[in-house]
């Protein structure tokens, strides 16, 4: 420990330790030493304390450079994209729930239009079978267009007559006995189309090895159920696929709501 000693000066002498100066270079490059490395024209000094050292044991001071962090302002264009994803969102919201509902209504008009059609099949039945029985009886043989269509049905269904063969005995066609009908009966007991082999006059006899005794009322209603069948099939896989379109909409839906909240 050194200290100094001033003449004048009758108070106490302080102390001090000696300052080891180090030299560390500067900032300024200058000439290249022997070494190969670059030596500085500056040298700057700096004192053993600033670098750590303490009583002959050095230690490390890292200097954390500090960064500046701005913090983020809201603009103008963040708070419109902002509300450009709501508006958007509740669009999407709307569109489903949209979809959604003509879906259910249109499953729930299908339920309805296919329960009423089962239960008024047989008041269908039953109409058609007035229906028919009053175009065979009055007017085969008066309408020319009629009577080309009842021809053609009972050859298409193999039928004679609306419900029975004997329908025909109380028709306009067989009662009248005129002779200006489109076709007149000469003699005839039946239509040749409710013949089985149909050949002109085979009419004339009705015996069953002749004409068919099943009326036409049943063939209409068997095609006309296997149609529905079909239709209902049909039908139902529309409503299949309905239904999972609607379950896929409110998953959708619960989705897009979890992210938002």
Same mark, same amino acid.
């Given at each position: 420990?050194?200290?100094?000693?001033?003449?004048?000066?009758?108070? =106490?002498? =302080?102390?001090?330790?000696? !300052?080891?100066?180090?030299?560390?270079?500067?900032? #300024?490059?200058?000439?290249?030493?022997?070494?190969?490395?670059?030596?500085? =024209?500056?040298?700057?000094?700096?004192?053993?304390?600033?670098?750590?050292?303490?009583?002959?044991?050095?230690?490390? @001071?890292?200097?954390?450079?500090? %960064?500046?962090?701005?913090?983020?302002?809201?603009?103008?264009?963040?708070?419109?994209?902002?509300?450009?994803?709501?508006?958007?969102?509740?669009?999407?919201?709307?569109?489903?729930?949209?979809?959604?509902? *003509?879906?259910?209504?249109?499953?729930?008009?299908?339920?309805?239009? /296919?329960?009423?059609?089962?239960?008024?099949? #047989?008041?269908?039945?039953?109409?058609?079978?007035?229906?028919?029985?009053?175009?065979? !009886?009055?007017?085969?043989?008066?309408?020319?267009?009629?009577?080309? &269509?009842?021809?053609?049905?009972?050859?298409?269904?193999? +039928?004679?007559?609306?419900? @029975?063969?004997?329908?025909?005995?109380?028709?306009?066609?067989?009662?009248?006995?005129?002779?200006?009908?489109?076709?007149?009966?000469? /003699?005839?007991?039946?239509?040749?189309? +409710?013949?089985?082999? *149909?050949?002109?006059?085979?009419?004339? @006899?009705?015996?069953?090895?002749?004409?068919?005794?099943?009326?036409?009322?049943? /063939? !209409?209603?068997?095609?006309?159920?296997?149609?529905?069948?079909?239709?209902? &099939?049909?039908?139902?896989?529309?409503?299949?696929?309905?239904?999972?379109?609607?379950?896929?909409?409110? +998953?959708?839906?619960? %989705?897009?709501?979890?992210?938002?909240?």
């Amino acid at each position: 420990m050194g200290h100094l000693l001033q003449p004048d000066d009758t108070s =106490e002498i =302080e102390l001090f330790e000696p !300052m080891n100066l180090i030299y560390t270079g500067s900032t #300024t490059t200058g000439k290249t030493s022997k070494m190969g490395r670059r030596t500085d =024209e500056n040298p700057t000094i700096v004192s053993n304390t600033e670098l750590g050292f303490n009583n002959g044991q050095s230690t490390f @001071r890292s200097r954390k450079t500090k %960064k500046t962090i701005n913090p983020k302002h809201k603009t103008r264009d963040s708070d419109c994209c902002s509300v450009n994803f709501i508006k958007y969102s509740l669009h999407i919201f709307n569109t489903i729930f949209l979809y959604t509902f *003509v879906l259910l209504i249109v499953f729930l008009l299908e339920i309805i239009v /296919g329960s009423l059609a089962y239960l008024y099949e #047989t008041q269908i039945e039953t109409e058609l079978q007035h229906t028919l029985n009053a175009t065979f !009886m009055e007017h085969y043989g008066v309408s020319e267009q009629q009577t080309k &269509a009842i021809d053609s049905m009972q050859q298409e269904f193999s +039928c004679c007559g609306a419900v @029975r063969f004997e329908d025909w005995r109380h028709s306009v066609w067989l009662r009248s006995r005129r002779k200006n009908l489109i076709k007149p009966t000469e /003699g005839r007991l039946v239509p040749d189309s +409710c013949c089985i082999t *149909v050949v002109s006059n085979c009419g004339l @006899r009705d015996g069953p090895s002749n004409i068919h005794y099943t009326g036409c009322i049943y /063939g !209409m209603m068997d095609d006309l159920k296997y149609h529905l069948i079909i239709l209902g &099939a049909i039908g139902l896989g529309l409503s299949a696929i309905q239904v999972f379109g609607m379950v896929l909409s409110c +998953c959708l839906y619960v %989705k897009l709501k979890d992210v938002l909240d």
